[in-house]
């Protein structure tokens, strides 16, 4: 995400690279370039225009700290007016109401994915160890009551979490609507008096959609407004829409006052234009983004973290809270230790490997370290490559996981056969993470030359792939730059550097 924009920021502080100080000449000449890269990302043109003139107000006869180069320094100010331009005084996530439940009114335009953002803040609230319930009141579209029922339970029965997700709807009223005024309004009624009964903590309201802002689909949610008066109303929009997203939200927050916007496809959005514009149009601030497909793709939005990966500086406070959610303490301990005691089997890095894929993409989970993001532009990730692997694996013998040792060419043959690939691969499998298995265990007893040294060694083993062997991934055959189809052996870049 934000591809279009890193690379015009990027751009622009080059710009100010090698000077001595920031003056007003080469701070405009950068605002240059980040204003075309703004309006490239699709954002609002006054919101352009503005934020351009008070970074120059805010560089302009700023005293460069001698620590600090003027680029750098200017990536400071820019990271500032980011997240004022973004941020707002709000308690992230949704506040718990009391006496409950908490009552959060979910709406938008057909297609903008509000029943599935409805799935996946159930699963937030559910990890948090609240209880929730759904109710279907989009009694417009064919099968929308259905749909909510399936995602309802799959957040029940395949979402961590001790509280219970509950699902109301009154399938009869679809039947009714058009014929009897203010059966979404009879539901949503229903579904507060059901849910107080059983003493839930939240209760989320699916409201009905259209592909388009009319007068109807606001008269009904004015109704359901007046009728529940809920705590939070949320509005889902499509990231990807761009400009037609800012509208479609100041349009909603005209009628109805939202409280917050909870954008959807953030992670397919290269332009991010969305995401700086509609803060500033609506005054509802972003609430929460959805990052992937998955009911557990879904964040708190940060303005200070979305900042961060614009600017190419990355969000590891992100990065380590999705690996808390996947990975206990006492087991991250307990992984340590097998490493620094040579431990470490295929057993464990299979483990390893699943808990990663838990957590994202592995290029969005890379491009969360600072630095990385730019680095990995046109790097691809095949993450079909990572099924292979597993599969490799998961053909082995549980004494082979224990010792790849043992894996000699008549076992090698086996495994290749077993999991549809080539015993080359198998092999490189088993060679990276006897390096990636070495390393690991000398990094316990090393000190900070060491480790850079060791990490030298590892990348020297896999190139670009290998560098993810630090965090536990073997170099992967379909990993490489934009055209290739597999990364090169480590005999292969050796001839390449010579030449």
Not at 50 to 67: I, L, P, Q, Y
Not at 259 to 287: C, E, Q, W, Y
């Amino acid at each position: 995400m934000f591809d279009r924009l890193s690379d015009g920021f990027s751009s622009a502080f080059k710009k100010l690279s090698g000077k001595g100080k920031i003056s007003e000449a080469n701070v405009r000449e950068a605002m240059d370039e980040v204003r075309d890269a703004l309006l490239d990302a699709d954002v609002n043109y006054e919101i352009v225009n503005d934020f351009c003139d008070s970074v120059v107000d805010r560089a302009v006869g700023t005293e460069v700290t001698k620590s600090l180069s003027p680029q750098q320094e200017m990536v400071g100010i820019v990271h500032k007016a980011l997240v004022d331009l973004m941020s707002a005084p709000t308690e992230p996530g949704v506040p718990r109401v009391s006496p409950g439940p908490t009552v959060v009114m979910m709406c938008g335009l057909q297609g903008s994915g509000k029943t599935t953002t409805c799935g996946k803040l159930a699963a937030y609230l559910k990890k948090r160890g609240r209880s929730v319930m759904l109710a279907a009141a989009d009694l417009q579209r064919p099968a929308a009551v259905d749909q909510l029922r399936t995602v309802a339970q799959q957040v029940e029965t395949e979402m961590p979490g001790g509280a219970q997700v509950h699902f109301y709807a009154e399938p009869d009223k679809v039947a009714e609507y058009g014929k009897a005024v203010g059966a979404a309004i009879t539901v949503c009624q229903n579904a507060y008096k059901a849910a107080k009964a059983k003493g839930v903590d939240t209760l989320i309201l699916d409201t009905a959609g259209r592909l388009h802002v009319n007068d109807d689909l606001m008269g009904e949610l004015r109704a359901v407004n007046r009728a529940l008066q809920p705590h939070h109303i949320l509005l889902v929009v499509d990231a990807m829409t761009g400009q037609d997203a800012v509208n479609s939200a100041k349009a909603f927050h005209e009628q109805l006052e939202i409280d917050g916007v909870i954008l959807t496809k953030f992670d397919s959005d290269t332009r991010g234009g969305a995401a700086l514009s509609v803060k500033k149009v609506t005054g509802a601030p972003i609430r929460f983004i959805g990052v992937g497909e998955k009911l557990d793709a879904i964040e708190e939005f940060h303005a200070e973290r979305v900042a961060g990966r614009i600017l190419g500086m990355g969000d590891v406070v992100s990065l380590v809270e999705r690996a808390q959610q996947e990975v206990s303490e006492e087991e991250a301990e307990r992984m340590a230790e097998k490493m620094a005691k040579g431990q470490f089997t295929m057993e464990d890095f299979l483990d390893q490997m699943r808990t990663l894929r838990k957590m994202g993409p592995m290029k969005q989970l890379l491009g969360m370290l600072p630095g990385v993001g730019q680095a990995l532009k046109d790097v691809q990730v095949d993450e079909k490559q990572l099924d292979r692997i597993e599969g490799i694996v998961n053909s082995m013998t549980p004494t082979e996981r224990k010792d790849v040792n043992k894996i000699n060419p008549s076992r090698r043959k086996r495994i290749a056969r077993g999991s549809g690939v080539k015993p080359e691969e198998v092999s490189q499998l088993v060679k990276q993470f006897g390096v990636v298995s070495k390393l690991s265990q000398q990094f316990s007893g090393m000190g900070i030359k060491g480790k850079m040294k060791a990490m030298k060694d590892l990348q020297a083993a896999g190139g670009a792939a290998g560098a993810l062997g630090g965090m536990g991934m073997p170099a992967l055959p379909g990993m490489g730059r934009k055209g290739s189809t597999h990364t090169a052996s480590p005999k292969t870049r050796f001839k390449k550097r010579r030449k």
